[in-house]
């Protein structure tokens, strides 16, 4: 008689989640060097939006950009870097 168990067919879902959210973290961060990113944590503890804090000038206009999912921050983000050169003035 085997005791043996067979292999889980179903990875638990959130791990695989929050393996995701720590790539897309992580691709953020790599990908826009002048703002702090990061998880907002809500009141009950869990994770919640997602945070870009302005910390040069060069990359953005608003000093703070906030983003329910890393698709849209991204997206809100490359939006500042386009404000941003709008917004500098031009020099000969």
């Not at 944590?41 to 990359?59: F, K, N, Q």
């Not at 870097?81 to 000969?92: L, S, V």
């Amino acid at each position: 008689m085997a005791t043996e168990q067979p292999p889980q067919t179903n990875p638990n879902p959130f791990k695989a989640e929050g393996e995701a959210a720590e790539k897309a973290l992580a691709d953020l961060r790599r990908d826009f060097t002048g703002y702090r990113i990061w998880r907002a944590t809500r009141w009950d503890g869990r994770l919640g939006d997602w945070v870009a804090s302005l910390h040069d000038p060069r990359a953005g206009v608003d000093p703070t950009v906030i983003a329910s999912n890393p698709a849209a921050l991204r997206e809100a983000l490359v939006h500042e870097g386009e404000r941003a050169k709008n917004a500098r003035p031009r020099t000969r």
